[in-house]
C-alpha cells in the first residue's frame, strides 16, 4: 500500500488517498481546536496518542460486530481506513448532562441522564454543527430515515460497549460523538474515537480527563489521555 496525495486536511486530521481507490490514510496531527476553531493549539504527542488510542477502541468495536471503517495502525499517526461516502450528520450519546447540554437546557452538570439521550447535529463548521433532527435530516437528504436507524442503533451498541470498557478503568463516559458514513451501502462507523470527542470522567473524583481539559485551559491535556488510555489497555510507544 502506498500514500499518495492528501485529499482533505480536517481541523485535528489529515486524510491522504492511497493506491488502492477503496482505502485512505488517515494522519492524527497534533493540532487540537475547540469553539468552532477559535481556540487552537499544537499539544506534542497528541496525534500519536489519539491514533494509539483509537485504533484500540476501534478493534474493540469491530470484535463485537460494530461495523467500523478502521483497517490497520500503519505507524504512531497514521491508520489505514477503508474510504466511505460520510453522512454530515454528528452522533452524540449523553449519559451524564455536561456541555452542550448543560449550556441549552440550564439542568445541572454531573446529573445522570436515564434513559442516555441522542441527539443530531450537521456537520458544517461554517454553521457552527446546529442541532437537527431526523426530519430535517430526511428532507434536506443529510441521511435516510433507514441510515438515521441504524446510526442510532449502533450508537446506543457502542454506549453498551465502551460504558462496561472505561467502568474497568474507573472513568464514567460522560457523553461522545459518533460520525458514520456508507462503505459499499452499508453505515460503517468512521472518524476517531478518542478524547478529544468524548467527556471522560474520573468515577471517584469526577476529575475531566478528555478535551474539556483543553476547553477549560486546566492543563495536563495529554497526561490525562495517556492516564485513560493506560487505565482500559491502550499501551503507547515510548
Ligand atoms: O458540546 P457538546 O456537549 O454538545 O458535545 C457532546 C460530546 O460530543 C462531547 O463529548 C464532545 O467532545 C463531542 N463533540 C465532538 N465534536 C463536535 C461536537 C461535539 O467531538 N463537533
Redesign the pocket.
Known sequence: MEKRQELYAGKAKSVYTTDDPDLLVLQFRDDTSAFDGKKKEALARKGMVNNVFNAYIMERLQDAGIPTHFEKRLSDTESLVKKMAMIPV?C?V?NIA????VKRLGVEEGRELSPPTF?L?L?NDEKG?PMINESLAETFGWATPAQLGRMKELTFKVNHLLKQLFAEGGLML????LEFGLFKGEVVLGDEFSP????LWDAKTREKL??DRFRQGLGGVIEAYEEVGRRIGVIFPS
Open positions: 454528528e452524540v449523553r455536561a456541555g452542550g447540554l441527539e447535529f456537520k454543527d460522560v457523553d461522545y460523538k478529544d470527542g468524548c467527556r478528555d478535551k
